[in-house]
Nanobody, 124 residues
Framework: QVQLVESGGGLVQAGGSLRLSCAAS????????MGWFRQGPGKEREFVAGISRNGRTLYYTDSMKGRFTISRDNAKNTVYLQMNSLKPEDTAVYYC?????????????????WGQGTQVTVSS
């Protein structure tokens, strides 16, 4: 089992920044690819960004490229999502997830463990 706890969400004005953190405990963190997903009001959960076990491979949804940055610190068992130039449409609950599979994926179905989510609200 891997336990994931997100933090860092909140209310921010459009154009502002937030840094989300996801602390992992349980099994060896470096054995897992990590992903950030989000679910807006009335929307399906969508992939935001992913990072491979060693941090060398990064994936982003096109609309987040250049604004969001995913990173990880395996020594601290933590993955981060730096979000800049936030827009009202970024308002959502943000989740981190861990995937023990062979390859880093962008689909919700491949991730084994999920956090409880943190709310991000961007006001216009």
């Amino acid at each position: 089992q891997v336990q994931l706890v997100e933090s860092g969400g909140g209310l921010v004005q459009a154009g502002g920044s937030l840094r989300l953190s996801c602390a992992a405990s349980g099994r060896t963190f470096s054995n897992y690819h990590m992903g950030w997903f989000r679910q807006g009001p009335g929307k399906e959960r969508e992939f935001v960004a992913g990072i491979s076990r060693n941090g060398r491979t990064l994936y982003y949804t096109d609309s987040m490229k250049g604004r969001f940055t995913i990173s990880r610190d395996n020594a601290k068992n933590t993955v981060y999502l730096q979000m800049n130039s936030l827009k009202p449409e970024d308002t959502a609950v943000y989740y981190c997830a861990a995937d023990s599979g062979a390859l880093l994926k962008m689909t919700t179905t491949t991730y084994d463990y999920w956090g409880q989510g943190t709310q991000v609200t961007v006001s216009s």
